[in-house]
T-cell receptor, first 119, second 114 residues
């Protein structure tokens, strides 16, 4: 089954305690992203990756790190979490866009989300 | 950066009726992709419909259809024969033609009244 998995699904932690949220996809997608969802703000892209070892900042990258050492995995790292990082986080993957003459599904496939609370 | 605007934070519809959710976006690009995603209470993001900007024909998926007005930069979603299971938050999203940058609207919460 094609899917994006995230772990953990729920996490409560304290300010300053480093944490990692894992993300894995089994669709051989080149592109992966991390989002945070906050009430009234929709989804905002934190970081994205277009290939192994290729990552770039999205709209809200401060306080986050990512790495892409393998095509299927794209972990999100919070080195020193703060309460303003309390949010719902989504990992997503998609096929490379801009390909003409072939049928490619360009939409993103999302993981189930990780509810993070930082106290 | 591109911006996506959903001006209706909340909408409601009677079961079996039709409702239209609006979305506008701002871009200087000529090629791009547009999507509507549904987020039910489970929080899972589910693709509803997709539209390529280079296609003039409006996309349709069963009871869901879009009205894509490229010149007006408008991308509304029409849900026909609304069902209780359609109740959810709906997000409009823009994807650049190349690259991996997506932009989401702030969402419209749809209530379906029995």
């Amino acid at each position: 089954e094609a899917q994006v998995t995230q772990n953990p699904r729920y996490l409560i932690t304290v300010t300053g305690k480093k944490l990692t949220v894992t993300c894995s996809q089994n669709m051989n997608h080149e592109y992966m992203s991390w989002y945070r969802q906050d009430p009234g703000l929709g989804l905002r892209q934190i970081y994205y990756s277009m290939n192994v070892e290729v990552t770039d900042k999205g709209d809200v990258p401060e306080g986050y790190k990512v790495s892409r050492k393998e095509k299927r995995n794209f972990p999100l790292i919070l080195e020193s979490p703060s309460p303003n990082q309390t949010s719902l986080y989504f990992c997503a993957s998609s096929a490379r866009g801009g390909t003409s003459g072939t049928i490619v599904r360009y939409e993103q496939y999302f993981g189930p989300g990780t509810r993070l609370t930082v106290t | 950066a591109q911006t996506v605007t959903q001006s209706q934070p909340e909408m409601s519809v009677q079961e079996a009726e039709t409702v239209t959710l609006s979305c506008t976006y701002d871009t200087s690009e000529s090629d791009y992709y547009l999507f509507w995603y549904k987020q039910p209470p489970s929080r899972q993001m589910i693709l509803v419909i997709r539209q390529e900007a280079y296609k003039q024909q409006n996309a349709t998926e069963n009871r869901f259809s879009v009205n894509f007005q490229k010149a007006a930069k408008s991308f509304s979603l029409k849900i026909s024969d609304s069902q209780l299971g359609d109740a959810a938050m709906y997000f409009c999203a823009y994807r650049r033609y190349t690259g991996n940058q997506f932009y989401f609207g702030t969402g419209t919460s749809l209530t379906v009244i029995p």
